[in-house]
């Protein structure tokens, strides 16, 4: 069982930067591939990101393209999504989750697809 720990939401200001955590408790995060998922209040919940496993491809939503980036740490566990140029429309819940096996193009974003989820971590962007 993968337990996984979001840190590092918080207040920032519109093109501001922040850095979210995903940490595993039980299990290392270095062979499941670990997407990165948020959800506005009244939305649906969107991916943001994804690492595979292996190589490690990387995706991202278009609308964080350029502004977010995805990189794991497997000498010390946690995935990190680090965050630039913040937007009023990246407010939301966040949330890391996990799955054990390989994902495509076509399906990285598909959150039923994913075994382990996190609680989530607010942020808010204001001024």
């Known amino acids: 069982q993968v337990q996984l720990v979001e840190s590092g939401g918080g207040l920032v200001q519109p093109g501001g930067s922040l850095t979210l955590s995903c940490a595993a408790t039980?299990?290392?995060?270095?062979?499941?591939?670990v997407a990165w998922f948020r959800q506005a209040p009244g939305k649906e919940r969107e991916g943001v990101s994804c690492i595979d496993r292996e190589d490690p491809t990387t995706w991202y939503r278009s609308s964080v393209k350029g502004r977010f980036t995805i990189t794991r740490d497997s000498a010390n566990n946690p995935v990190y999504l680090q965050m630039t140029d913040r937007k009023p429309d990246d407010a939301a819940v966040y949330f890391c989750?996990?799955?054990?096996?390989?994902?495509?193009?076509?399906?990285?974003?598909?959150?039923?697809?994913?075994?382990?989820w996190g609680q989530g971590t607010q942020v808010t962007v204001s001024s």
């Open positions: 039980g299990h290392t995060l270095d062979y499941v591939a």
């Open positions: 989750a996990a799955y054990d096996g390989r994902v495509y193009s076509y399906m990285w974003d598909q959150h039923e697809r994913y075994d382990w």
